[in-house]
């Protein structure tokens, strides 16, 4: 009542110190509340105030000429300058007429100019890009063409699987692919994994289709993303191009979607709505008969194992365009270095390679999949170790910042000098980030210009294209970064990548590890040596011998792909079963977990577990506390998660019933990137 009889769901939801979710649920099911949805637009439509001509060319020519008599220069050249166009900005107009406003408002008094609102569009294409003349394709990638083409004129669905390695010329099959698209009358949606990728491949795109790209993605600007939308919405672009929400772009008339380095884990949403891109995609292309292209030098191992049982056309390309030949690798045993009294993040061997690569001019790029620059900080007195208070992780140190942070909530404080605990001032730093790495190159290499690209370097809009752009004019010597650095970028420059620690990922709690890993190493590798000089990559590790490491030293994706999918089938894992996730989280972990016991109990009494589904769990989650919420976990796996799904929806309103367990939040999601 106080709120006038009716409230914002999120301010009503602020007013409680427990989730009222399930009691509004309730209410509104009983007929006491209702809820009603309105659409509302923080942003609208961009003009700008244009002066135009308010009379005919020999009254303009006649009035200038009375103008100069009278020495109103200023006017007479504001005349001049509209004489001979449709329009001018206000603006710019006064800019150009080295004139004021005032004379802008004596010529619409004399009836001589007019002004009017224009409608412009917020672009993020910032800058002119020349035209790009279409490539020859070698005989791979004209096979590939030619099938895609094919299907293309069908009009009927059909699911591509183009496998290729790194620098084989995937993204000149996209462009020629698409073109022939536009050319019967169709329109495409151009999807990349990480925002980092996206301004280089508008540069490529923009340079072959020009204006007829429309760019959608995260980081653009409320303005930017509402004009960019309604450019699509009005036909005004053949072309969608940005990351997994473009998916979603209103293009009618689609002929073909394609997903750019389709094994990434990026292309899953983790936060809600929860989908995963390549359905969506999927779902769009049989609504219009497109084709949907997936493209990746290291498919996913569902999706290669789909292409060769025939759910997917699969096209491969083996060789690298203009004949060049794949990286060097060199496996550096992390462990000999250590009996060679080098505790530094630097092999002798990486080292060394820098050093030749600056001397010839080379650019160097080094991967390292951890920001910040330590992994936790411990009293070597006691064994304190700084911990998040709302999170069950340690605290990252950020050297430039001199403050710890959980990456998982933002939770931040000012490093420690003395231990909280013993007051020791035997503080010490373990593990390394990528500013880590950072501060050792400064130190080694104090002449070599370096560039850090992760997380805390590129919060800014447009800071990728910035840094990127800055790499691609050679004024940058050592690029140090995470996970956006190892894909999709194509520097010629690039002759050698050093991978600081392969092991970061590897012996993580998931079963997709090691596949992670290969596709890790495969991608970042692949950055070295695209052009006419021969590429090095050098991996340091503490597993040499491990098969994803090895494999990916030697580029034997086919390899990784047999050995990883026997093992897949012995242990019952996807491809060859569905897997979902059910996470609980609250504040009072006794509920978090009864509530979590409750939902496995409803379901392994509704389903033959024997036969049909094995149930893991509950239990506690690896990560058992998040932002001051217990987590427990349940996974299940079955033949076909959707034949599942009754149940599931059956067991959540199960565990709504019990009031106790309105403080739990349950999420299920299948087929999940990590479980964690």
Not at 139 to 164: M, P
Not at 213 to 231: Q, V
Request: aromatic share 8%.
């Amino acid at each position: 009542d106080a709120g006038g009889g009716s409230c914002e769901a999120n301010a009503l939801f602020s007013r409680f110190d427990t989730d009222i979710s399930g009691k509004i649920r309730t209410l509104c099911k009983n007929g006491i509340l209702k809820r009603v949805y309105h659409d509302k637009r923080n942003i609208t439509e961009r003009s700008i105030r244009m002066a135009e001509k308010a009379a005919s060319q020999e009254e303009l020519t006649q009035a200038i000429y009375e103008l100069k008599k009278k020495h109103a220069d200023v006017q007479a050249r504001m005349l001049e300058i509209l004489l001979d166009s449709e329009g001018v900005s206000v603006a710019d107009l006064v800019r150009f007429s080295e004139g004021s406003y005032g004379a802008v408002r004596a010529l619409i008094k004399k009836g001589l100019v007019r002004i009017c609102d224009r409608q412009v569009f917020r672009t993020p294409i910032k800058r002119y890009i020349q035209k790009d003349e279409k490539k020859r394709l070698n005989a791979e990638q004209k096979d590939a063409y030619d099938k895609i083409t094919i299907a293309l004129e069908q009009e009927e669905y059909s699911e591509f699987l183009l496998y290729g390695v790194t620098g084989s010329g995937k993204t000149e099959v996209f462009l020629q692919a698409i073109a022939k698209c536009i050319e019967n009358g169709k329109k495409a949606i151009m999807l990349v994994p990480e925002i980092s990728l996206t301004p280089q491949m508008v540069t490529r795109f923009c340079a072959r289709f020009q204006n007829r790209i429309a760019i959608f993605h995260s980081r653009l600007s409320l303005g930017e993303r509402y004009d960019e939308w309604r450019r699509i919405r009005n036909g005004e672009a053949d072309i969608v191009i940005g990351a997994r929400s473009a998916v979603f772009a209103p293009i009618d008339d689609l002929g073909i979607i394609i997903i750019d380095e389709e094994h990434e884990q990026s292309y899953k949403s983790e936060m809600q709505p929860r989908y995963n891109t390549y359905d969506v995609a999927k779902y769009r292309a049989k609504q219009y008969g497109a084709v949907l292209l997936s493209a990746s030098a290291t498919p996913k191992i569902e999706s290669y194992y789909n292409a060769k049982k025939g759910k997917a056309m699969l096209l491969t390309i083996n060789k690298r365009i203009n004949k060049s030949s794949m990286p060097e690798v060199s496996i550096v045993d992390m462990r000999d270095e250590l009996a060679n009294a080098n505790r530094t993040v630097l092999s002798a061997k990486l080292r060394s390679e820098i050093e030749k690569n600056l001397i010839n001019k080379e650019q160097t790029i080094l991967f390292l999949n951890r920001r910040g620059f330590s992994t936790f900080v411990s009293c070597r007195n006691c064994g304190f170790v700084a911990q998040c208070p709302n999170c069950s992780i340690s605290l990252t140190y950020h050297k430039f910042s001199d403050t710890l942070r959980c990456h998982y909530c933002g939770y931040t404080i000012k490093n420690y000098t003395n231990c909280p605990s013993c007051g020791s001032r035997y503080i010490r730093y373990f593990g390394g980030g990528t500013q880590k790495v950072e501060e050792e190159i400064r130190l080694s290499f104090p002449e070599a210009s370096v560039m850090r690209m992760d997380v805390d370097t590129t919060s800014g809009k447009d800071s990728h294209e910035r840094m990127l752009s800055e790499f691609e004019k050679k004024k940058i010597d050592i690029l140090i970064g995470t996970q956006m650095v190892a894909k999709g970028l194509d520097f010629p420059n690039v002759t050698l990548v050093g991978v600081i620690s392969a092991d970061t990922s590897l012996y993580i709690d998931d079963f997709r590890s090691a596949e992670r890993t290969f596709s890790l190493l495969e991608q970042v590798v692949g950055r070295a040596g695209r052009a006419e000089r021969k590429g090095r990559a050098v991996i340091q590790t503490y597993s040499p011998e491990h098969p994803a490491i090895t494999l990916a030293a030697a580029h034997n994706y086919l390899g990784f792909y047999s050995g990883e999918i026997t093992a897949r089938r012995a242990l019952w894992y996807p491809p060859f079963c569905d897997m979902i996730s059910v996470g609980f989280s609250g504040a009072q972990e006794a509920s978090v977990a009864a509530c979590a016991k409750r939902f496995a109990a409803w379901v392994s009494e509704s389903v033959d577990i024997d036969e049909n589904m094995r149930l893991i769990g509950p239990i506690r989650a690896a990560l058992s506390k998040i932002k001051n919420k217990y987590r427990w976990q349940l996974i299940i796996k079955v033949p076909n998660g959707k034949n599942i799904t009754p149940i599931l929806a059956d067991a959540l309103r199960d565990c709504r019933k019990n009031k106790s367990f309105d403080i739990v939040s349950i999420v299920v999601d299948k087929n999940p990137n990590m479980i964690y």
